[in-house]
């Protein structure tokens, strides 16, 4: 098992929500940014949300209005509530988090990848 553990994906009909968690239970190290991409097969990966160390947040236009990046509720944590999800939301999911033991010294560790799908 890697140092990132992602639940919550599946199926869901258009309309619907889901509610994505990132865990990083072993980690020693400061969280600086917290972040969800998602990927589809023959696309780039882009950036969904993110989250930094101070609170300021960043959602993809795509996604704005509907989908909300918090921290969960264990420590070292990260959600990805999505509402009013569409077929356009179809995608791999992937939690990332910049840590490290400092700001100026810092990494990223990606998840597995948790397959999100919108269909009817």
């Known amino acids: 098992q890697g140092p990132l553990v992602e639940s919550g994906g599946g199926l869901v009909q258009p309309g619907g929500s889901l509610r994505l968690s990132c865990a990083a239970p072993r980690l020693i190290f400061t969280i600086y940014n917290m972040a969800w991409y998602r990927e589809v097969p023959g696309s780039q990966r882009e950036l969904v949300a993110s989250m930094t160390l101070s609170g300021d947040i960043t959602y993809g236009d795509s996604v704005k209005g509907r989908f909300t990046i918090s921290r969960g509720s264990a420590e070292k944590s990260v959600d990805l509530q999505m509402t009013n999800l569409n077929s356009e939301d179809t995608a791999v999911y992937y939690c990332?988090?910049?840590?490290?033991?400092?700001?100026?010294?810092?990494?990223?560790?990606w998840g597995q990848g948790i397959q999100v799908t919108v269909s009817s």
């Open positions: 990332n988090l910049r840590v490290g033991p400092s700001e100026f010294v810092n990494w990223d560790l």
